[in-house]
Structure formats: C-alpha cells, structure tokens
C-alpha cells in the first residue's frame, strides 16, 4: 500500500479549502452587494438633494452682481410664488410674542422684509406707514419682517440688535407689527435676499403679488388693492 | 467563471460603485458660485520688510451699478466697509487708511447723503510680519446696495501672500 506523502493534500485538507474559497467568494459578493446598496442610497440623496437644489434656485429671486440683472431689472423681477398659498411661519416680536401668519387668515396682509441698515427701505416705509392706515379698515395688515442680524450666541450683543431694531422702526414711525429674525422665513419665501421686498397675500392665504426693491407708492398700492380683492390681477 | 476573476471583477465595481456616490458633481459649490458684489483685485503678493510697518495698498472693485457704504457711513444704522486679518495669521495689520467716501444719494431721496464707494477703491494698509512668508487669509466685510435695492452685509475672502525678508 503506498504511503500519503506529507506534501499530498489530504482529502480533509482540500474540502476545507474548498469551503475556505466559498466563503471568501460569498464574502466578496456581500460586500459588491453592500457597496452597490451604498451606490444607490448615495444617488437617491443626491437626487433629493438636487431636485431641492433645483427647487430653490426655481423659487429664488436674487440681486447679483456683474451679469446679474441690474438694479432696475430686479424691480421687474417675478417671483414663482405668485399664485401660490403664503408659506406658513411664526416669528416673534421684539418683546418675545410670537406672531404667526395663520392668525391673519381672513385678512388682506403684507409682508415686508427690511432691515434698519437699508436706505431704500427708509424710503419705502413712510408710504408703508400711510398705507397701511388708510387700507386697515378693510382688513389689511403688514407684517414688517426684519432681516437684521441677531447675535444669538451672546445674550448682550443679542439684546443691543433687538434694540437696534426697535429703534430703527421707531425712527421710521412703524406702527404695525415688527418681527425679528426673519432670516428663519427668508427661505420658503424664495430665499429673499434684496430688501425692500414685499408679497401681498389675499385673505384666501394666496400670495397674489410680490415686489423686489424700492418701486413707487402707486405701485404699492396697487399691489395693497390686489391683495384686498379690489385691484387688477 | 475562475474564481481569481472575482478579485478584478470585484475592484472595477467597487470602483463604479464609489464614482457613483455624485453622479451630477459638486452642486453645493455651483449654488455658492453667486458673484460677489466687490471683488478684490491685487496684489496677489508683497514682499515686505520683516518686523517693520511697511505699506501695501490692497485694490478693490464695487461691481457696476452698485456701491458699498464707505468706512465712515453717516448713520450709525449703516454697516460700514471694515477689513481684518485674522490673528494667529503671523501678520499684523499695524494700519489701515480707507478713502474716504463719496456722497451719494438714492433718486427717490435727493436730500439724504449717503457716503458710499463705487467703482475701484484702495486701502492703505501697513502690515507687519516676522521674517518668512506668510499665506494670508484677510477679510473684508461690506453692505452693497444699487439705487433701489440692498443686500445683505457681506464679507470675501483677500488672499495675499505675504513674503516677509
């Protein structure tokens, strides 16, 4: 009977390699499998993220530089809100109240963004101020959203911007409603990002125009005369 | 199939799985590719004496159709433009001059004066470093509106690599 040689793999051996490869083979596959998994959860997100990214930039209306439109053009801006309900939100009040846009449903309302650091809304704001008094008794508010910067981390700095911007309506005579913090709504309103800008929304909640930049009184009221039903649309 | 095919088969999909992780690019980095309203123009580089205040004049420009307050602005409500260099930078800003501000004022508002920059500007600074060269990140913060509209303060970034002998 011949002898197994040492260096002969023995019939053990080889099956135990054979299940030895398997495993390597079945481990290789759940890992391609795994990382293809990865793959498309990785371009699911990315889609997400570009159909939303696609989102803003259809919902956006901006003031750029060079190339940009200039400063006239953006007075002919439309926003893609138009026609479309008022997005929601809730701000507070230089005091702390909070103030949301659901508690003006059945009005005509305004919603202005400025800032206390911008001319053109100094101009704005009288005629605002005078509007808002002649147009109140048929139901027509403004909310007047300011976009100053608020210095959150640090309580001091953060009461001297609140102060800053009581002051700065007060300056001006603003004698209906001033919230702060309106970076937070800046979004959902098409990342608004010139000042003045304002949307007229109708007592249905559906914004019915929107103005970017300082455009005239007439103009204003007009848009005011929309919102309350009454104007051209 | 040979089972040493797996190994290759296996890295070309690990490859194709990972190429696929932004199969549309960088979107981010389009969406941050909004033109600012002042850019800076140069110098990109000095050389300056180390240890020593030494001059450099930094060149700006306020796009067409826009202008930034000036340093000085009339109203203390108006931001004004300011530049910094950050501390641990290795270089000193010892000195800063900005021009002064050129009156103007919004077509719906002749009466009030606004102190304002447009088109090319200069900063005089001094700086100050210790031998060696130094990338330096400065900063300059600014308010741009045009004759009906304001955008947000904003700050850019100035590059200058700052070579100090």
């Known amino acids: 009977m011949a002898r197994k040689s040492y260096n002969e793999p023995s019939h ?44 803003a930039i259809a919902n956006q209306a901006v003031l750029v530089a060079d190339n940009g439109p200039t400063g006239e053009e953006v007075l002919h801006m439309k926003s893609p809100l138009v026609g479309k309900p008022a997005p929601a939100f809730t701000l507070a009040t230089p005091g702390g109240e909070k103030v949301s846009l659901a508690s003006y449903k059945g009005k005509a309302v305004q919603i202005n963004f400025w800032a206390t650091w911008c001319a053109p809304c100094k101009i704005e704001t009288p005629w605002l101020v005078e509007l808002e008094k002649q147009y109140k008794p048929q139901g027509f508010e403004i909310l007047a959203v300011s976009v100053d910067d608020l210095d959150k981390d640090d309580p001091k700095l953060l009461a001297k911007d609140i102060a800053g911007v009581v002051k700065g309506a007060k300056d001006l005579h603003i004698d209906y409603p001033v919230l702060i913090d309106g970076d937070n709504i800046a979004k959902p309103y098409g990342d608004v990002d010139v000042y003045p800008t304002s949307f007229f929304i109708d007592r249905s909640g559906k914004i019915v125009a929107a103005s970017f930049g300082l455009t005239s009184k007439d103009d204003l009221e007009d848009n005011i005369k929309k919102a309350l039903g009454e104007g051209k649309s | 199939m040979n089972r040493f095919a797996v190994l290759p088969l296996t890295l070309t999909l690990v490859a194709v799985a990972l190429s696929a992780q932004a199969p549309f690019g960088d979107t981010q980095s389009h969406a941050a590719a909004k033109p600012a309203a002042v850019s800076y123009l140069f110098p990109e580089q000095v050389s300056i004496s180390a240890d020593k205040p030494t001059p450099v004049d930094l060149h700006f420009k306020v796009a067409t159709g826009l202008h930034v307050n000036s340093h000085t602005p009339r109203s203390e409500e108006l931001i004004p433009t300011t530049f910094s260099l950050p501390e641990a930078s290795g270089v000193r800003l010892a000195k800063a001059d900005f021009p002064p501000g050129a009156d103007f004022a919004l077509a719906a508002d002749p009466t009030e004066k606004l102190s304002v920059y447009t088109g090319e500007f200069i900063i005089h600074t001094q700086l100050v470093a210790a031998k060696g060269e130094h990338l330096v990140q400065a900063t300059l913060r600014y308010q741009a509106c045009s004759n009906n509209t304001c955008m947000p303060p904003h700050s850019i970034p100035v590059a200058i690599d700052v070579i100090a002998k």
């Open chain 1, 12 to 55: 053990e051996t080889g099956v135990f390699d054979s299940v030895k490869r398997n495993v390597l083979v079945v481990a290789v596959v759940v890992c391609v499998l795994f990382l293809l998994g990865l793959a498309g959860w990785a371009n699911w997100q990315n889609r997400k993220q570009l159909a939303a990214h696609q989102q």
